[in-house]
């Protein structure tokens, strides 16, 4: 029996989560949705750490996929504002929920790590009143 050479089946969310899950794009992307349109070095700014090179590329292909929408205006010096587009709105929601769900965790880990030193430190004190005591 012969196997033919088939393309794997078309994934539009692995083909989402390609673009989103690319070292700097959700937060280039989460800059853009909670400050609105933003000239180039605000946002490079804004998202410490990324280097100009990183984030040109990540705005064309965030342009691309009609995730931002780039604004030129041929001023001098030229003037370069990008925003999101209707279909980074939508995203936004589900960001906004994953958003709320991080800051439960980060509240949660941090309460059980509380806790969990706590414990560390009442043992220690234990062994220090045992060690006196021999």
């Given at each position: 029996?012969?196997?033919?050479?088939?393309?794997?089946?078309?994934?539009?969310?692995?083909?989402?989560?390609?673009?989103?899950?690319?070292?700097?794009?959700?937060?280039?992307?989460?800059?853009?949705?909670?400050?609105?349109?933003?000239?180039?070095?605000?946002?490079?700014?804004?998202?410490?750490?990324?280097?100009?090179?990183?984030?040109?590329?990540?705005?064309?292909?965030?342009?691309?996929?009609?995730?931002?929408?780039?604004?030129?205006?041929?001023?001098?010096?030229?003037?370069?504002?990008?925003?999101?587009t209707n279909r980074m709105k939508d995203i936004s929601k589900v960001l906004s929920g994953l958003d709320e769900l991080a800051r439960k965790w980060q509240?949660?880990?941090?309460?059980?790590?509380?806790?969990?030193?706590?414990?560390?430190?009442?043992?220690?004190?234990?062994?220090?009143?045992?060690?006196?005591?021999?």
């Open positions: 029996m012969q196997q033919s050479a088939k393309e794997p089946p078309h994934c539009p969310f692995g083909e989402l989560l390609e673009v989103l899950a690319r070292p700097w794009t959700m937060h280039v992307l989460w800059v853009l949705s909670t400050n609105g349109p933003t000239r180039f070095g605000a946002l490079r700014r804004q998202v410490e750490g990324i280097s100009s090179r990183v984030l040109t590329e990540r705005l064309r292909v965030l342009e691309q996929k009609g995730f931002v929408l780039r604004d030129y205006e041929p001023t001098i010096p030229p003037s370069v504002t990008y925003s999101i509240q949660e880990d941090a309460h059980v790590r509380t806790k969990a030193e706590g414990g560390k430190v009442r043992a220690r004190h234990a062994e220090v009143r045992e060690g006196a005591q021999a």
